[in-house]
T-cell receptor, first 113, second 115 residues
Framework: AQSVTQLDSQVPVFEEAPVELRCNYSSSVSVYLFWYVQYPNQGLQLLLKYLSGSTLVKGINGFEAEFNKSQTSFHLRKPSVHISDTAEYFCAVRPSNDYKLSFGAGTTVTVRA | GAGVSQSPRYKVAKRGQDVALRCDPISGHVSLFWYQQALGQGPEFLTYFQNEAQLDKSGLPSDRFFAERPEGSVSTLKIQRTQQEDSAVYLC?????????????FGSGTRLTVV
């Protein structure tokens, strides 16, 4: 079984400041890793994914994440946030031999001017 | 269609009422998933279809929950005798193939409130 822990439930941040959202996972098999964003009253939108290869993954809207196998982490970063980045962010894992996504509880990012 | 379409967007049901939630996946997508997202939580897997075959229903919380996809396209999630604990957002996702496509396209969800 897999589990995902998002270490921060809420992250307030000022506009143009950097942000990091932390995600740790546990799994007995190799996994693929994802970050999704959910804007109010909308579905989940894929920000980025790690399948294999380079551990630094770049996604949409200026986000990037780094896979650290030894620390079983997949932290999401953005060097300079905008008001429009205010949303809920979910880290998710999927075993490489399965189809089920397991999600963390989410991190609410609130960007203030 | 261009995306995954779910209807209705909002549903209020009285406790004990039956409800039906519809998902229209992206045309040609073989795999279809239902997830349940309780307030303040991440989505949790309910069930998985490949074409019309329901290959996994291990996440359905009780026998009051039933899903179908009779022609391999539109899917319906039915909840019988709704209870307050069924209040959640129900998300549908689809993908072109199963495990190979890595990332799924999610719909906007149906927010169910049981009163």
């Amino acid at each position: 079984a897999q589990s995902v822990t998002q270490l921060d439930s809420q992250v307030p941040v000022f506009e143009e400041a950097p942000v990091e959202l932390r995600c740790n996972y546990s799994s007995s098999v190799s996994v693929y890793l994802f970050w999704y964003v959910q804007y109010p009253n909308q579905g989940l939108q894929l920000l980025l994914k790690y399948l294999s290869g380079s551990t630094l993954v770049k996604g949409i809207n200026g986000f990037e994440a780094e896979f650290n196998k030894s620390q079983t982490s997949f932290h999401l970063r953005k060097p300079s946030v905008h008001i429009s980045d205010t949303a809920e962010y979910f880290c998710a894992v999927r075993p490489s031999n399965d189809y089920k996504l397991s999600f963390g509880a989410g991190t609410t990012v609130t960007v203030r001017a | 269609g261009a995306g995954v379409s779910q209807s209705p967007r909002y549903k209020v049901a009285k406790r004990g009422q039956d409800v039906a939630l519809r998902c229209d996946p992206i045309s040609g997508h073989v795999s279809l998933f239902w997830y349940q997202q309780a307030l303040g939580q991440g989505p949790e897997f309910l069930t998985y279809f490949q074409n019309e075959a329901q290959l996994d229903k291990s996440g359905l919380p009780s026998d009051r929950f039933f899903a179908e996809r009779p022609e391999g396209s539109v899917s319906t999630l039915k909840i019988q005798r709704t209870q307050q604990e069924d209040s959640a957002v129900y998300l549908c996702a689809s993908s072109l193939v199963g495990r190979e496509n890595y990332g799924y396209t999610f719909g906007s969800g149906t927010r169910l409130t049981v009163v």
